[in-house]
């Protein structure tokens, strides 16, 4: 009876919510007031979920020995738990502005997005692509991903790159690929990939690449992986 009790309260609590939030917006929409409910009331339904968990355990087990256990081990896990969620952007943010040494005005590019560090926070980097459009990257999310740092444009060694399809492979499909890879090579630098697929009467589709390397003796390195790359499709194919 009490699991009943339990289930009926818990979706009269999620369908109050719910109803407050649309009422909340509604009102946002007429007042100054809509930054603070957008922003306040995520902690409002947090905080009845919250109460209505410490309910449900005292309902359940309030009249156990061992109550005072449960409840104890429920606030060391939901303490333990805000801090993982606060904390974590935190103490990535110090390892890798340690250790790939980030500053303001550096251009990076990651898994996620690339451009300039235009705000370098505690939680989280602020990077500004070239078309003005800023993105926010919380450090949590660059841990264990790679990092790249496009050198100087006078450092930087040019590279074309021709290859031939047997006509097995989907070349638009290829082109997906070979681009998407060549985004993770720690080698290339400098602006994205150019990749063109080209007609060749005589010798089918022809892929011409081209792409800028830190070292020179990099570009034998990269050829074999997209070579690589181009027979592993038309094995696929």
Do not use: C
Request: proline residues 5%; positive net charge; aromatic residues 12%.
């Amino acid at each position: 009876m009490n699991l009943l009790y339990l289930a009926l309260t818990g979706l009269l609590l999620f369908f109050a919510l719910q109803l407050g939030a649309r009422f909340l917006h509604a009102l946002a929409r007429k007042s100054a007031l809509k930054p603070v409910v957008i922003k306040l009331f995520p902690l409002v339904e947090l905080g009845a979920w919250l109460a209505y968990a410490f309910w449900a355990v005292w309902v359940l087990f309030g009249s156990m020995r061992y109550y005072d256990l449960v409840v104890g081990a429920m606030a060391g896990l939901l303490l333990f738990a805000i801090a993982w969620f606060v904390f974590r952007d935190f103490f990535s943010g110090m390892m890798l502005k340690s250790e790939y040494k980030l500053e303001k005005g550096q251009v990076i590019r990651t898994p996620l997005a690339g451009g300039q560090i235009v705000y370098l926070g505690k939680r989280f980097l602020e990077l500004e692509g070239e078309n003005g459009e800023k993105i926010r990257i919380p450090f949590s999310r660059l841990v264990n991903q790679w990092l790249s740092f496009p050198a100087d444009a006078g450092k930087s060694f040019s590279y074309r790159l021709s290859v031939g399809l047997s006509g097995r492979e989907d070349p638009v499909a290829l082109k997906v690929i070979i681009g998407r890879e060549m985004m993770g090579m720690p080698w290339i630098i400098g602006p994205p990939p150019q990749i063109k697929i080209l007609k060749s009467p005589e010798d089918g589709p022809v892929l011409d690449i081209r792409y800028d390397l830190l070292k020179e003796e990099h570009a034998l390195i990269v050829e074999e992986k997209i070579r690589r790359i181009v027979r592993e499709h038309a094995g696929d194919a």
